[in-house]
């Protein structure tokens, strides 16, 4: 069985930086409980005072975008350009660890005091605490720039497992809070975790590529192609190429549980390239690809192809050339420039013909979504289980044959990774997070009784 694609966390994280994870003192064996005494929100930190917590949570966030992760230029990195993504990180993180705290403390007070809430409240605490120290003055040598990337790890390592301990959490607590709650709060947490990470993880990966500076003769150098990433982000990302990948994953699952494998065929441009981060692109298509080739098996199709169509934007930009000074040349609405110095103006790199978007089209002939089932596939509820279904053990099973398993059990069950096919449309409302982040989305049409296309369109750094 093939390898199966790398989806939320860091290869490089993984592989490259074992760094010091015994700092760490993280409130996960036991339950946050309260005092005696009457109080109104959990209890903080002994670093962090309350009222450092809410003036960091008043600050406005910043609007984070694709060129802001690439302003300061391809690895390896000088030392004035690593000291700048550095600080510019660490502009970032504190304010958005915040408003993270601060939306917890706005739950209901019997909901974050469960311990699976209250183990994600205590991680908040705990990344912030490691920040602070560094948030009062800036970073000005690399021997703090070291000990600052160390932090990042940590801070990446703790929250890796948020998802389903957040999903665990509410479905025990689903007596207590509403489903629409649950959606909205889950909606605005996905997306803020998906900016904080990727925050941390690009400049660690600037970090370890600005340390290994290899020297090697100049005929080896000439015949080896240049490195098209900038940290986590590939500026010539080739959808076609992951697709691939996926479908092998995802035809071992089905073949694993079916017997059978649908087959995939890919049309319009498969030449087609943009700047993209790939870890987010594995997540979304692995999830499009499972809900189509289950839909395609069940259906008694499976002789029929799902069918996969890349296009790009009908008008793609000539050679652009960014400044590692000049990313932002076009901001969205609201975004703030704040932290950090730019990279230095002679540094900067091209994006050949790289489109504004792609949009990708998933079609099957799985027979539709159930107008039953149509209306809730981008929610997270959990109303058609009973509370014996959700604490049992047989109800973790990713193979479960009840066919109304909702996004917060699947995602308990499966560790948050989507490893099994079962679940109507769970990867759904995940998926278009990762794709709305930057400025893309998914969208369904659903012919029941015959198939469905589903349209990923994908924002590159070329529209941002």
């Not at 993880?201 to 490195?227: F, N, T, V």
């Not at 071992?252 to 087959?263: A, D, N």
């Not at 390239?273 to 499009?288: G, K, R, S």
Request: charged share 20%.
């Amino acid at each position: 069985m093939s390898q199966r694609p790398l989806l939320l966390q860091s290869r490089l994280l993984r592989d490259l930086c074992p760094l010091h994870r015994h700092s760490r003192f993280l409130a996960t064996s036991h339950s946050i409980t309260p005092p005696p005494r009457a109080w109104s929100l959990p209890p903080t930190s002994p670093d962090i005072a309350d009222d450092q917590v809410a003036r960091l949570a008043a600050k406005s966030l910043h609007n984070l975008t694709l060129a802001d992760l690439v302003r300061h230029g391809r690895p390896p990195l000088s030392e004035s350009a690593l000291l700048s993504s550095a600080n510019f990180t660490l502009s970032l993180l504190p304010v958005r660890l915040a408003h993270r705290i601060q939306a917890l403390r706005n739950l209901p007070f019997i909901v974050v005091s469960n311990p699976h809430i209250s183990r994600i409240y205590a991680n908040y605490l705990h990344s912030l605490s490691t920040l602070l120290p560094y948030a009062n003055h800036p970073i000005t040598n690399l021997e703090e720039e070291a000990r600052f990337t160390e932090v990042m790890a940590d801070l990446v390592q703790t929250h890796s497992n948020t998802i389903p301990v957040l999903a665990r959490g509410f479905l025990e607590c689903r007596k207590y809070i509403s489903p629409e709650a649950v959606t909205r709060f889950l909606d605005s947490h996905l997306r803020a975790r998906i900016g904080t990470r990727l925050i941390a993880e690009q400049h660690i990966a600037l970090h370890l590529s600005s340390q290994c500076r290899p020297s090697p003769p100049q005929s080896a150098s000439s015949s080896r192609a240049p490195s098209t990433h900038i940290g986590v982000i590939d500026t010539s990302l080739h959808p076609a190429t992951i697709i691939r990948n996926c479908e092998t994953f995802v035809s071992e699952l089905c073949e694993l549980k079916y017997g059978v494998r649908p087959s995939l065929v890919i049309n319009g441009a498969p030449d087609t390239t943009l700047a993209h981060v790939p870890t987010h692109l594995e997540y979304i298509l692995t999830e499009l690809l499972k809900n189509a080739f289950r839909a395609t098996v069940e259906s008694g199709r499976e002789r029929e192809p799902v069918e996969v169509t890349i296009a790009e934007s009908p008008s793609a930009p000539p050679e652009r050339s960014i400044p590692g000074d000049r990313g932002r040349q076009r901001r969205s609405p609201g975004a703030r420039r704040d932290g950090g110095e730019a990279a230095d103006e002679d540094e900067h790199f091209n994006l050949t013909g790289s489109p504004t978007s792609v949009t990708i089209r998933f079609r099957d002939r799985g027979g539709g979504i159930s107008p039953t089932h149509l209306p809730h596939i981008w929610g997270y509820s959990f109303t058609t289980f009973s509370d014996d279904d959700v604490l049992s053990p047989s109800s973790s099973s990713p193979y479960s044959s009840n066919q109304t398993v909702d996004a917060l059990n699947t995602l308990s069950a499966s560790g948050g990774e989507g490893s099994s096919l079962a679940g109507l449309g769970y990867g759904l409302p995940l998926g278009r997070a990762y794709a709305e982040y930057f400025g893309g989305g998914v969208a369904v049409q659903s012919l029941w009784g015959w198939g469905t296309d589903v349209f990923l369109r994908l924002q590159g750094l070329g529209g941002v």
